[in-house]
């Protein structure tokens, strides 16, 4: 009994030790397009583009059991058949990554990692790691797809990940697509952990908009089906550098959808808009080197222009992808937690079981922030926690100084007033600087006036002010009397 007590303790704080650490990617090194399934130029959207990182574990800072993650913001998938990476260096694995695609799914895909027992606190290692990648540049109508249509444009772009708040940059040329934006487009892609293929078609352009027309795509044999369960139908008002809709509005339209065809017939499409349609198609274990789509594209626009243009496209997988696996249904949830960061993972998943594979998006608890004052010299943060479907929230207080004011005289020409911040108490001293007074001589005089005044005659800083009293003349009576002398006088 005291054996499985130990044994308790010690697993107990071995999960305590753990903790999540960022900054193991420490640069983003190389980004290169290597062509690897015929497609007719190097679009963002097509595999294979590899990514070259750098990385760093240090063991004073990390330990087993730590875990770290790395978002890729607008990466489609890996394009390989491994599920995890090793951090590598001189043969020791000190780190396995998780691959988690975002495809349909979400707007990143990202890696999950944990250090493995290789690392040691006398132990700093350090590497390069190669990701075969491709990006998410758009093509369906899903929310996912439109928000990630905007990510790049043709030209100079920086593709930024991210690794807690730690950020890899590196800049990248993007070719724009030669295909014409204004004909009939096309497009289609594997989804790995479908078995699967989301397929696009856009309506050739109208410039003045549609009257009426004709939309979809079918299967020439019986090697694809399509799953009418996972459609999507939109307008859009433009497409990207790579002919994706970078929006999806509804509109009016009439749709019939079987397991061999998916066709939309629509009217009255306003100029400036165009039609599109997409759905998951499953390619059967038969059809091993690729599949025809034939796609309907008849329309009527509104300047009376027409057009027929039916198209038979023979679409091809390319090297490393893992479209032949076995697959089943995904089901995509949500699912709240007390994590900092949104992740996606997929549940154990058994094919000789399970029928459903679940991939679930984990989302953090919502916070919001409010911000107070007090009294004080520092900021402080406190959050108030929260339970799965509340709101947690974060109280920033600001601190605000009070002030006391002292007032002195000074030999100065004019009033000044300092203020002085104190770095270690809440009270500011403001020091209010007044000029000496003048000295002051008085004089009196007599005035014609009735009344007593008095006047201040001021010569400015550092002289002598004057006060002047006026006093009226006393009133006077004058008598003349005789007297015994010989001479007049005065009294």
């Given at each position: 009994m005291k054996t499985v007590i130990l044994l308790h303790l010690f697993f107990y704080c071995t999960i305590a030790m753990a903790k999540t650490i960022s900054g193991v990617f420490t640069s983003f090194n190389s980004l290169t397009y290597t062509n690897t399934g015929n497609y007719p130029y190097g679009g963002p959207g097509y595999p294979t583009w590899t990514a070259v990182l750098g990385w760093s574990l240090d063991g004073t800072l990390a330990s087993p059991g730590d875990t770290f993650t790395l978002v890729m913001p607008c990466v489609f998938k890996f394009i390989t058949?491994?599920?995890?990476?090793?951090?590598?260096?001189?043969?020791?694995?000190?780190?396995?990554?998780?691959?988690?695609?975002?495809?349909?799914f979400t707007?990143?895909?990202?890696?999950?990692?944990?250090?493995?027992?290789?690392?040691?606190?006398?132990?700093?290692?350090?590497?390069?790691?190669?990701?075969?990648?491709?990006?998410?540049?758009?093509?369906t109508g899903s929310s996912v797809n439109i928000q990630d249509s905007k990510c790049f444009t043709a030209g100079t772009n920086t593709v930024t990940f991210t690794d807690g708040d730690h950020k890899i940059s590196t800049t990248v040329n993007f070719p724009k697509t030669p295909q014409?934006?204004?004909?009939?487009?096309?497009?289609?892609r594997v989804i790995p952990s479908l078995d699967k293929l989301s397929s696009l078609v856009v309506a050739s352009q109208c410039t003045a908009g549609y009257a009426s027309g004709v939309l979809g795509f079918s299967a020439t044999k019986d090697d694809v089906t399509i799953d009418c369960s996972t459609i999507h139908v939109g307008i859009t008002?433009?497409?990207?550098?790579?002919?994706?809709?970078?929006?999806?509005?509804?509109?009016?339209?009439?749709?019939?959808?079987?397991?061999?065809?998916?066709?939309?017939?629509?009217e009255n499409?306003?100029?400036?808009?165009?039609?599109?349609?997409?759905?998951?198609?499953?390619k059967s274990a038969t059809a091993t080197n690729g599949f025809n789509l034939n796609y309907t594209?008849?329309?009527?626009?509104m300047d009376g222009k027409k057009g027929n243009d039916p198209l038979i496209y023979f679409w091809t997988s390319y090297t490393n992808s893992d479209a032949g696996s076995n697959g089943a249904a995904v089901v995509v949830t949500t699912r709240t937690v007390t994590d900092s960061t949104t992740a996606i993972t997929t549940l154990p998943f058994d094919p000789t079981v399970d029928k459903t594979k679940t991939i679930e998006v984990i989302e953090p608890i919502p916070t919001t922030?409010?911000?107070?004052?007090?009294v004080g010299i520092s900021t402080s943060l406190s959050t108030k926690t929260a339970t799965i479907g509340g709101t947690a929230t974060v109280v920033v207080d600001v601190p605000y100084h009070t002030t006391t004011t002292i007032t002195s005289i000074w030999t100065g020409s004019a009033t000044t007033?300092?203020?002085?911040?104190?770095?270690?108490?809440?009270?500011?001293?403001v020091v209010v600087q007044v000029p000496s007074p003048n000295p002051t001589v008085t004089t009196t005089q007599f005035w014609s006036g009735s009344v007593p005044t008095t006047e201040t005659v001021t010569t400015g800083p550092q002289g002598t002010d004057s006060v002047i009293i006026k006093e009226p003349h006393n009133p006077t009576v004058t008598t003349t009397e005789f007297w015994s002398e010989s001479f007049a006088t005065t009294e």
């Open positions: 058949t491994q599920t995890s990476v090793d951090l590598t260096a001189n043969g020791v694995k000190y780190a396995t990554c998780t691959f988690h695609a975002g495809e349909d707007t990143f895909s990202s890696m999950s990692c944990v250090v493995n027992n290789g690392l040691a606190s006398n132990i700093r290692a350090f590497g390069t790691v190669r990701l075969p990648i491709s990006f998410n540049v758009g093509g014409s934006s204004s004909s009939l487009v096309y497009f289609a008002n433009g497409l990207n550098s790579w002919n994706m809709p970078v929006s999806s509005e509804s509109f009016s339209y009439t749709k019939t959808c079987t397991p061999n065809s998916f066709i939309i017939t629509y499409v306003p100029a400036g808009y165009r039609p599109f349609i997409d759905s998951y198609v499953k594209n008849i329309y009527n626009c922030t409010i911000t107070t004052s007090y007033s300092s203020t002085y911040t104190n770095p270690t108490d809440s009270i500011d001293t």
